[in-house]
Nanobody, 112 residues
Framework: EVQLVESGGGLVQPGGSLRLSCVASGFTFSNNFMKWVRQAPGKGVEWVSGINKGGDSTYYADSVKGRFTISRDNAKNTLYLQLDSLKTEDTGMYYC?????RGQGTQVTVSS
């Protein structure tokens, strides 16, 4: 059974930073493309970033490019998302995902 457990969310002021983590189990993490998606209150799910299985190719939505950094540690079965220069519009629930699976999410709130 695929399990994805996100952590690292919280309340931060605009311009601040957070680092999200996602610990994966139940599948071969190192053989899979991984992604982060988010959902703002009252809005649909937005794809944020993706990373290939080796970690040497990364992809970002235009809305986060230059501010967020995705990475992975295949030895630890862990996916990361570094969020810098946060904006109020980055507020939402952040989920890591593989294929059609995603975790329970971690809340990011950007507010002064």
């Amino acid at each position: 059974e695929v399990q994805l457990v996100e952590s690292g969310g919280g309340l931060v002021q605009p311009g601040g930073s957070l680092r999200l983590s996602c610990v994966a189990s139940g599948f071969t993490f190192s053989n899979n493309f991984m992604k982060w998606v988010r959902q703002a209150p009252g809005k649909g799910v937005e794809w944020v970033s993706g990373i290939n299985k080796g970690g040497d190719s990364t992809y970002y939505a235009d809305s986060v490019k230059g501010r967020f950094t995705i990475s992975r540690d295949n030895a630890k079965n862990t996916l990361y998302l570094q969020l810098d220069s946060l904006k109020t519009e980055d507020t939402g629930m952040y989920y890591c995902g593989v294929g059609t699976n995603r975790g329970q999410g971690t809340q990011v709130t950007v507010s002064s």
